[in-house]
């Protein structure tokens, strides 16, 4: 993700650990490009943690969001 970038993450799941980042990965349904306001994605995805938030690994998770 970019400067600007941000996605709604409904809860948070184990998946995948990719390279040192953890193995967290967000549930989202909403996201906003380059401040451009919000979008509705139509179906939930999910977005790997590391990446849109550099701040993935399993001790790390932010308490105010539930785990799916």
Known sequence: ?????????QCWT??????NYGNTWYR????NYNNTGWFH???PVY???G?????ARSVNRDPNIPQC
Do not use: W
């Not at 184990?14 to 390279?19: A, C, K, L």
């Not at 989202?28 to 996201?31: H, I």
């Open 1 to 9: 993700m970019g400067p600007g970038d941000a996605i709604y993450a």
């Open 28 to 31: 989202a349904n909403q996201l």
């Open 47 to 49: 977005v790997f943690a």
């Open 14 to 19: 184990v998946g995948q650990s990719i390279g």
């Open 51 to 55: 990446y849109a938030d550099g701040n």
């Open 41 to 43: 994605i139509g179906v």
